[in-house]
Protein backbone atom coordinates (compact mmCIF):
# COMPACT_ATOMS: atom_id res chain seq x y z
CA UNK A 1 0.00 0.00 0.00
CA UNK A 2 1.36 3.37 -0.79
CA UNK A 3 0.33 6.66 1.10
CA UNK A 4 0.68 9.90 -1.09
CA UNK A 5 0.71 13.03 1.36
CA UNK A 6 -0.86 16.14 -0.54
CA UNK A 7 2.01 18.47 -2.39
CA UNK A 8 3.72 20.99 0.64
CA UNK A 9 1.97 19.11 3.31
CA UNK A 10 3.47 20.07 6.56
CA UNK A 11 6.16 17.50 8.18
CA UNK A 12 4.35 16.98 10.98
CA UNK A 13 1.71 14.97 9.01
CA UNK A 14 4.04 12.82 7.54
CA UNK A 15 5.43 12.27 10.99
CA UNK A 16 2.09 11.32 12.16
CA UNK A 17 1.16 9.33 9.24
CA UNK A 18 4.35 7.12 9.86
CA UNK A 19 3.23 6.73 13.36
CA UNK A 20 0.27 5.14 12.84
CA UNK A 21 1.88 2.83 10.41
CA UNK A 22 4.48 1.40 12.65
CA UNK A 23 2.19 1.69 15.75
CA UNK A 24 0.27 -1.10 14.31
CA UNK A 25 3.43 -3.34 13.85
CA UNK A 26 4.03 -2.34 9.79
CA UNK A 27 7.09 -0.52 8.18
CA UNK A 28 7.06 2.72 6.65
CA UNK A 29 9.16 3.69 4.29
CA UNK A 30 9.39 6.94 2.56
CA UNK A 31 10.16 8.32 -0.65
CA UNK A 32 10.42 11.82 -1.23
CA UNK A 33 10.14 12.81 -4.87
CA UNK A 34 10.39 15.78 -6.56
CA UNK A 35 6.41 16.01 -7.20
CA UNK A 36 5.37 13.85 -4.06
CA UNK A 37 6.35 12.91 -1.15
CA UNK A 38 4.76 9.28 -0.50
CA UNK A 39 5.25 6.51 2.12
CA UNK A 40 5.32 2.31 1.10
CA UNK A 41 3.39 0.70 3.80
CA UNK A 42 4.60 -2.88 4.10
CA UNK A 43 3.96 -5.71 6.40
CA UNK A 44 0.42 -7.43 7.27
CA UNK A 45 -1.80 -4.98 6.16
CA UNK A 46 -5.46 -5.60 7.34
CA UNK A 47 -8.57 -4.10 5.94
CA UNK A 48 -9.56 -1.15 7.42
CA UNK A 49 -5.73 0.66 7.28
CA UNK A 50 -6.30 1.95 4.22
CA UNK A 51 -10.23 4.21 5.49
CA UNK A 52 -8.06 4.23 8.60
CA UNK A 53 -5.15 6.04 7.04
CA UNK A 54 -7.01 7.64 4.49
CA UNK A 55 -8.72 9.97 7.20
CA UNK A 56 -6.01 11.52 8.40
CA UNK A 57 -4.57 14.98 7.92
CA UNK A 58 -2.09 15.83 4.83
CA UNK A 59 -3.22 13.00 3.02
CA UNK A 60 -3.88 12.61 -0.63
CA UNK A 61 -4.61 9.24 -1.48
CA UNK A 62 -3.85 5.70 -0.48
CA UNK A 63 -3.26 3.56 -3.18
CA UNK A 64 -2.72 -0.84 -3.42
CA UNK A 65 0.13 -1.94 -5.09
CA UNK A 66 -0.44 -5.00 -7.26
CA UNK A 67 2.73 -6.06 -7.29
CA UNK A 68 4.11 -8.28 -4.34
CA UNK A 69 7.68 -6.56 -4.20
CA UNK A 70 6.44 -3.25 -2.77
CA UNK A 71 9.23 -1.17 -2.47
CA UNK A 72 10.88 -2.26 -5.26
CA UNK A 73 8.15 -2.00 -7.80
CA UNK A 74 7.74 1.09 -10.17
CA UNK A 75 4.11 1.93 -8.25
CA UNK A 76 6.08 2.84 -5.49
CA UNK A 77 8.29 5.22 -6.88
CA UNK A 78 8.06 6.26 -10.34
CA UNK A 79 11.66 7.76 -10.65
CA UNK A 80 15.05 5.80 -11.49
CA UNK A 81 17.02 5.13 -8.30
CA UNK A 82 20.93 6.13 -8.73
CA UNK A 83 23.04 4.18 -6.43
CA UNK A 84 26.32 6.57 -5.77
CA UNK A 85 29.27 4.56 -4.94
CA UNK A 86 31.61 6.83 -3.47
CA UNK A 87 30.79 9.71 -6.13
CA UNK A 88 29.95 7.06 -8.52
CA UNK A 89 26.41 7.11 -9.96
CA UNK A 90 24.86 3.42 -11.00
CA UNK A 91 21.52 4.36 -12.46
CA UNK A 92 22.23 7.70 -14.12
CA UNK A 93 22.54 8.52 -17.67
CA UNK A 94 26.16 6.95 -18.18
CA UNK A 95 26.68 3.41 -17.69
CA UNK A 96 29.09 2.34 -15.55
CA UNK A 97 31.92 -0.52 -16.21
CA UNK A 98 32.88 -2.31 -13.52
CA UNK A 99 36.12 -4.79 -14.27
CA UNK A 100 39.02 -6.58 -12.29
CA UNK A 101 39.73 -10.10 -12.14
CA UNK A 102 36.95 -12.95 -11.10
CA UNK A 103 39.07 -13.83 -8.31
CA UNK A 104 41.48 -11.75 -6.35
CA UNK A 105 45.04 -14.28 -6.67
CA UNK A 106 48.06 -12.03 -5.48
CA UNK A 107 48.92 -8.14 -5.01
CA UNK A 108 50.68 -7.59 -8.16
CA UNK A 109 47.94 -9.72 -10.53
CA UNK A 110 45.35 -7.18 -8.96
CA UNK A 111 47.67 -4.13 -8.83
CA UNK A 112 48.38 -4.45 -12.70
CA UNK A 113 44.86 -5.07 -13.50
CA UNK A 114 43.30 -2.04 -11.04
CA UNK A 115 45.72 0.35 -13.18
CA UNK A 116 44.88 -0.71 -16.37
CA UNK A 117 41.02 -1.02 -16.17
CA UNK A 118 40.96 2.58 -14.20
CA UNK A 119 42.95 3.87 -17.93
CA UNK A 120 40.50 2.55 -19.70
CA UNK A 121 37.55 3.67 -18.59
CA UNK A 122 36.44 1.63 -15.15
CA UNK A 123 34.68 3.18 -12.11
CA UNK A 124 34.60 0.19 -9.91
CA UNK A 125 37.05 -2.38 -8.83
CA UNK A 126 35.40 -6.13 -8.92
CA UNK A 127 37.37 -9.24 -7.55
CA UNK A 128 36.24 -12.06 -5.11
CA UNK A 129 37.84 -12.98 -2.07
CA UNK A 130 35.16 -15.41 -1.07
CA UNK A 131 35.05 -17.77 -4.09
CA UNK A 132 31.05 -20.04 -4.28
CA UNK A 133 32.91 -22.80 -6.26
CA UNK A 134 31.45 -25.41 -7.58
CA UNK A 135 33.66 -27.94 -7.10
CA UNK A 136 35.32 -27.62 -3.14
CA UNK A 137 38.71 -28.65 -5.25
CA UNK A 138 38.70 -25.32 -6.86
CA UNK A 139 40.56 -22.12 -5.70
CA UNK A 140 37.99 -20.96 -3.19
CA UNK A 141 39.74 -17.27 -2.94
CA UNK A 142 42.14 -15.23 -0.44
CA UNK A 143 39.76 -14.41 1.94
CA UNK A 144 40.32 -11.54 4.03
CA UNK A 145 43.64 -11.23 2.63
CA UNK A 146 42.03 -10.94 -0.45
CA UNK A 147 40.02 -7.78 1.11
CA UNK A 148 42.69 -6.34 2.00
CA UNK A 149 44.55 -6.44 -1.24
CA UNK A 150 41.06 -5.18 -2.82
CA UNK A 151 40.75 -2.26 -0.49
CA UNK A 152 44.47 -1.24 -1.18
CA UNK A 153 44.44 -1.47 -4.58
CA UNK A 154 40.94 0.38 -5.14
CA UNK A 155 42.26 3.49 -2.55
CA UNK A 156 45.56 3.49 -4.84
CA UNK A 157 43.75 3.78 -8.58
CA UNK A 158 40.36 5.41 -7.08
CA UNK A 159 38.24 2.69 -7.40
CA UNK A 160 35.73 1.56 -5.11
CA UNK A 161 36.11 -2.12 -4.96
CA UNK A 162 32.82 -4.53 -5.43
CA UNK A 163 33.09 -8.02 -4.06
CA UNK A 164 31.05 -10.92 -2.77
CA UNK A 165 29.89 -11.77 0.79
CA UNK A 166 28.64 -15.47 1.32
CA UNK A 167 27.69 -15.66 4.42
CA UNK A 168 25.20 -13.85 6.90
CA UNK A 169 28.63 -13.71 9.66
CA UNK A 170 30.55 -12.37 7.34
CA UNK A 171 29.05 -8.99 6.55
CA UNK A 172 30.10 -6.75 8.59
CA UNK A 173 33.82 -8.05 8.57
CA UNK A 174 33.86 -7.73 4.63
CA UNK A 175 31.25 -3.91 4.35
CA UNK A 176 34.27 -2.95 6.26
CA UNK A 177 36.86 -3.32 3.41
CA UNK A 178 34.03 -3.22 0.70
CA UNK A 179 32.32 -0.54 -1.61
CA UNK A 180 29.36 -2.48 -2.63
CA UNK A 181 28.52 -5.87 -1.36
CA UNK A 182 27.90 -8.49 -4.13
CA UNK A 183 25.06 -11.12 -3.44
CA UNK A 184 25.83 -14.27 -5.72
CA UNK A 185 23.31 -15.82 -8.18
CA UNK A 186 24.14 -19.09 -6.03
CA UNK A 187 23.07 -16.89 -2.48
CA UNK A 188 20.81 -14.95 -4.61
CA UNK A 189 18.03 -16.61 -2.43
CA UNK A 190 19.85 -17.04 1.22
CA UNK A 191 16.99 -14.90 2.65
CA UNK A 192 19.50 -15.02 6.39
CA UNK A 193 22.07 -12.98 3.94
CA UNK A 194 19.67 -10.70 2.27
CA UNK A 195 18.64 -10.07 5.67
CA UNK A 196 21.88 -9.19 7.07
CA UNK A 197 23.19 -6.92 3.94
CA UNK A 198 19.59 -5.01 4.49
CA UNK A 199 21.18 -3.78 7.33
CA UNK A 200 24.55 -2.44 6.13
CA UNK A 201 25.16 1.11 4.83
CA UNK A 202 26.67 -0.27 1.65
CA UNK A 203 25.30 -0.81 -1.97
CA UNK A 204 24.81 -4.29 -2.71
CA UNK A 205 24.96 -5.64 -6.07
CA UNK A 206 22.19 -8.21 -6.21
CA UNK A 207 23.01 -10.99 -8.96
CA UNK A 208 19.92 -12.73 -10.21
CA UNK A 209 19.86 -16.78 -9.23
CA UNK A 210 20.12 -18.76 -12.48
CA UNK A 211 16.65 -19.95 -11.98
CA UNK A 212 15.00 -16.90 -10.46
CA UNK A 213 11.67 -15.78 -12.27
CA UNK A 214 11.88 -11.88 -12.42
CA UNK A 215 9.69 -12.39 -9.29
CA UNK A 216 11.91 -13.72 -7.42
CA UNK A 217 14.53 -11.88 -8.19
CA UNK A 218 12.59 -8.45 -6.98
CA UNK A 219 11.54 -10.63 -3.76
CA UNK A 220 14.91 -10.69 -3.19
CA UNK A 221 15.85 -7.34 -3.49
CA UNK A 222 12.67 -6.62 -1.41
CA UNK A 223 14.33 -8.36 1.70
CA UNK A 224 17.58 -5.81 1.30
CA UNK A 225 15.56 -2.83 0.97
CA UNK A 226 12.25 -3.83 3.57
CA UNK A 227 15.64 -4.45 5.86
CA UNK A 228 16.55 -0.39 5.14
CA UNK A 229 19.26 -0.85 2.84
CA UNK A 230 17.78 1.29 -0.40
CA UNK A 231 20.89 1.16 -2.11
CA UNK A 232 20.11 -2.30 -4.64
CA UNK A 233 21.94 -2.88 -7.57
CA UNK A 234 20.78 -5.59 -10.11
CA UNK A 235 22.42 -7.92 -11.97
CA UNK A 236 21.46 -9.95 -14.97
CA UNK A 237 24.21 -13.04 -15.32
CA UNK A 238 22.47 -15.53 -17.28
CA UNK A 239 19.97 -18.29 -16.24
CA UNK A 240 20.01 -21.89 -17.05
CA UNK A 241 18.18 -23.30 -20.03
CA UNK A 242 18.69 -26.09 -22.14
CA UNK A 243 21.76 -24.74 -23.89
CA UNK A 244 24.98 -26.13 -22.90
CA UNK A 245 26.99 -24.49 -25.86
CA UNK A 246 27.22 -21.09 -23.15
CA UNK A 247 28.18 -21.51 -19.55
CA UNK A 248 24.30 -20.11 -18.50
CA UNK A 249 21.80 -17.92 -21.72
CA UNK A 250 21.73 -14.18 -21.30
CA UNK A 251 18.44 -12.95 -20.77
CA UNK A 252 18.76 -9.32 -22.33
CA UNK A 253 15.00 -8.47 -22.08
CA UNK A 254 15.40 -8.81 -18.81
CA UNK A 255 16.97 -5.28 -18.37
CA UNK A 256 14.21 -3.33 -20.53
CA UNK A 257 11.70 -5.86 -17.89
CA UNK A 258 13.10 -5.13 -15.25
CA UNK A 259 13.40 -1.15 -16.43
CA UNK A 260 9.82 -1.33 -16.50
CA UNK A 261 8.95 -3.06 -13.46
CA UNK A 262 11.33 -1.49 -10.91
CA UNK A 263 13.16 1.96 -10.29
CA UNK A 264 16.39 0.42 -9.34
CA UNK A 265 19.63 0.48 -12.07
CA UNK A 266 20.49 -3.05 -13.80
CA UNK A 267 23.81 -3.86 -14.35
CA UNK A 268 24.54 -7.13 -17.18
CA UNK A 269 27.29 -9.40 -16.06
CA UNK A 270 28.24 -10.57 -19.90
CA UNK A 271 31.81 -12.62 -18.17
CA UNK A 272 29.57 -15.47 -15.99
CA UNK A 273 26.89 -15.65 -18.52
CA UNK A 274 28.73 -16.62 -21.15
CA UNK A 275 31.72 -18.20 -19.94
CA UNK A 276 33.48 -17.07 -23.14
CA UNK A 277 35.70 -14.69 -23.75
CA UNK A 278 34.82 -14.19 -27.52
CA UNK A 279 31.28 -13.44 -26.34
CA UNK A 280 32.07 -10.67 -23.83
CA UNK A 281 31.99 -7.57 -26.00
CA UNK A 282 29.03 -8.51 -28.20
CA UNK A 283 26.87 -9.11 -25.01
CA UNK A 284 28.27 -6.11 -23.58
CA UNK A 285 27.63 -3.87 -26.22
CA UNK A 286 23.96 -5.15 -26.79
CA UNK A 287 23.27 -4.81 -22.77
CA UNK A 288 24.08 -1.21 -22.69
CA UNK A 289 22.19 -1.21 -25.84
CA UNK A 290 19.05 -2.66 -24.72
CA UNK A 291 19.16 0.52 -21.45
CA UNK A 292 21.45 -1.35 -19.11
CA UNK A 293 23.33 0.93 -16.69
CA UNK A 294 26.38 -0.73 -16.62
CA UNK A 295 28.17 -3.67 -17.21
CA UNK A 296 30.58 -5.80 -14.90
CA UNK A 297 33.39 -7.74 -16.79
CA UNK A 298 35.78 -9.91 -15.63
CA UNK A 299 39.83 -8.74 -16.44
CA UNK A 300 42.80 -10.61 -16.37
CA UNK A 301 46.93 -9.95 -17.04
CA UNK A 302 46.89 -13.37 -18.54
CA UNK A 303 43.20 -15.71 -18.68
CA UNK A 304 45.39 -18.16 -19.28
CA UNK A 305 47.32 -18.91 -16.22
CA UNK A 306 44.13 -17.25 -14.00
CA UNK A 307 43.16 -19.43 -11.34
CA UNK A 308 39.09 -18.72 -11.61
CA UNK A 309 37.35 -18.61 -14.83
CA UNK A 310 39.93 -17.80 -17.40
CA UNK A 311 38.12 -18.47 -20.39
CA UNK A 312 35.89 -15.78 -19.69
CA UNK A 313 38.74 -13.08 -18.72
CA UNK A 314 39.45 -10.50 -20.83
CA UNK A 315 42.84 -9.33 -21.70
CA UNK A 316 43.77 -5.85 -21.04
CA UNK A 317 43.71 -5.09 -24.77
CA UNK A 318 40.19 -6.89 -25.23
CA UNK A 319 39.15 -4.56 -22.07
CA UNK A 320 40.61 -1.41 -23.68
CA UNK A 321 38.71 -2.08 -27.42
CA UNK A 322 35.89 -3.00 -25.42
CA UNK A 323 35.38 0.13 -23.33
CA UNK A 324 35.81 2.35 -26.68
CA UNK A 325 32.80 0.55 -28.21
CA UNK A 326 30.62 0.99 -24.77
CA UNK A 327 31.18 4.98 -25.24
CA UNK A 328 30.40 4.61 -29.32
CA UNK A 329 27.13 2.57 -28.38
CA UNK A 330 25.85 4.92 -25.36
CA UNK A 331 26.51 8.54 -27.40
CA UNK A 332 24.53 6.37 -30.71
CA UNK A 333 21.68 5.59 -27.89
CA UNK A 334 22.17 9.03 -26.77
CA UNK A 335 23.48 8.03 -23.28
CA UNK A 336 26.99 9.98 -23.64
CA UNK A 337 29.77 8.29 -21.62
CA UNK A 338 32.47 10.10 -19.92
C1 LIG B 1 31.23 -13.60 -9.62
O1 LIG B 1 30.82 -12.52 -10.07
O2 LIG B 1 32.40 -13.76 -9.21
C2 LIG B 1 30.32 -14.75 -9.56
C3 LIG B 1 30.64 -15.87 -8.91
O3 LIG B 1 29.17 -14.54 -10.22
P1 LIG B 1 27.78 -15.34 -10.18
O4 LIG B 1 27.35 -15.35 -8.76
O5 LIG B 1 26.89 -14.53 -11.07
O6 LIG B 1 28.07 -16.72 -10.72
MN1 LIG C 1 33.92 -16.00 -11.68
Avoid at 21 to 37: F, K, V, W
Avoid at 261 to 286: F, N, R
Wanted: hydrophobic share 40%.
Amino acid sequence: MIVVMKAGCPEDDIRAVQNRIENHGLQGHLSEGAERTVIGVVGQIFSGLQAEIERLPGVAEVVRISKPFKLSTREFKETDTTVVVDGVEVGGGQPVIIAGPCAVENEELLDSTAREVKRHGAKLLRGGAFKPRTSPYSFRGLGVQGLKLLAEAGKKYGLPVVTEVMSPEDVGMVASYADVLQIGARNSQNFNLLDEVGKVDKPVLLKRGFSSSYEEWLLAAEYVLSGGNGRVILCERGIRTFEPYTRFTVDLAAVPVIKKLSHLPIIVDPSHSTGSWELVTPISLAAIAAGAHGVIVDVHPNPAVAKCDGAQALSFDKFNALSVQIKAVSEAISRPAE
